[in-house]
């Protein structure tokens, strides 16, 4: 079928359009021109949300100039600039050494690649039981209400083991009372973020990465900038109490979605045990759930 769309096509183009040297493109070419905008398209949306974007203008900008030097044969600047050239992309790859590591673990953690390696034999059983669900959320609002800080970081298929090793290992069955307990002031096991396997809390008072995104508001402290730092280098949802405010929210794929109710989070949950999900999917089932509440919300008037 496509075989036939492209001879109608190209019979079009000798007929009518026989008056333009155009060169002859294939399948290949196509395919090839696909590919490469999608990659350039993705390549500017990774820019653009880090702080590598101030870094590309300033890169541009030079470029700019340098395209001027040579328009205006200004052979210093261009012998110079030939001179650096190769220190200068050992320096940029040195510059953006975090992002290009981050950019390469979130390659890693993309779906198309997980469903080709699977290495998961408990892939088509729950990540965690509806017990567990509700004794997460139970948790985190009854901190909420009289505002004890919590960090509670969810695995999903990135193991966290690297983490796991800062803290105190525990690999104690969830329980709304063994979480409020941790998380209690003045105890020995609050400071820190928790990480929960499966049905368990497998480790306490764990250190995690710093976000280092100039997007995030100022008024957020080191819990939720931990919380959106571990989402950007795994694949893991966390869970942040807010001592300030008593707010909770969620860090999932470098995103932090602040304020959510106990319906929101465990229909987020619930949504999650069933299976990994990153940033992307969780967009569409935010979408889903809104179109949902609309519904019902037409419906009872």
């Known amino acids: 079928m496509i075989d036939n769309l492209f001879a109608a096509l190209n019979t079009f183009a000798s007929k009518y359009l026989f008056w333009i040297d155009s060169p002859q493109i294939g399948m290949t070419d196509i395919a090839e021109i696909i590919i490469i905008s999608f990659l350039v398209y993705n390549i500017l949306v990774w820019f653009k949300k880090t702080r590598a974007w101030n870094l590309l203008k300033g890169i541009i900008v030079v470029i700019v100039f340098i395209l001027l030097a040579a ?42 690649l997980t469903s080709l ?48 090793r800062t803290g105190i290992r525990l690999d104690s069955v969830v329980s709304s009372q063994l979480l409020i307990n941790i998380f209690e002031h003045n105890t020995p096991l609050h400071d820190g973020a928790i990480i929960i396997r499966g049905e368990r809390i497998v480790s306490a008072t764990c250190y995690l990465p710093l976000s280092d995104n100039m997007g995030l508001s100022k008024e957020l402290g080191t819990r939720h900038r931990a919380a959106v730092g571990i989402s950007e280098v795994s694949d893991a949802l966390t869970i942040v109490v807010s001592e300030e405010t008593g707010n909770v929210s969620i860090a999932i794929g470098g995103e932090l979605y602040r304020n959510i109710d106990a319906d929101y989070l465990r229909g987020k949950l619930n949504f999650i045990r069933k299976g990994s999900m990153d940033v992307a999917r969780f967009r569409i089932w935010k979408r889903r759930m809104k179109n949902v509440q609309e519904t019902n919300e037409a419906s009872d008037k």
């Open 71 to 112: 328009m205006f044969q200004m052979n210093t600047i261009l012998w110079i600039v030939s001179r650096i050239i190769n220190v200068a992309v050992i320096a940029v790859v040195i510059v953006f050494q975090p992002e290009l590591r981050r950019a390469l673990e979130q390659l890693g953690q993309k779906n198309f």
């Open 117 to 164: 390696f699977s290495f998961d034999s408990q892939k088509n059983q729950d990540r965690f039981s509806e017990r567990t669900v509700n004794e997460i959320v139970k948790a985190s609002y009854e901190m909420a209400k009289v505002k004890t800080g919590a960090l509670i970081v969810i695995e999903q298929d990135v193991v966290l083991s690297e983490y796991e």
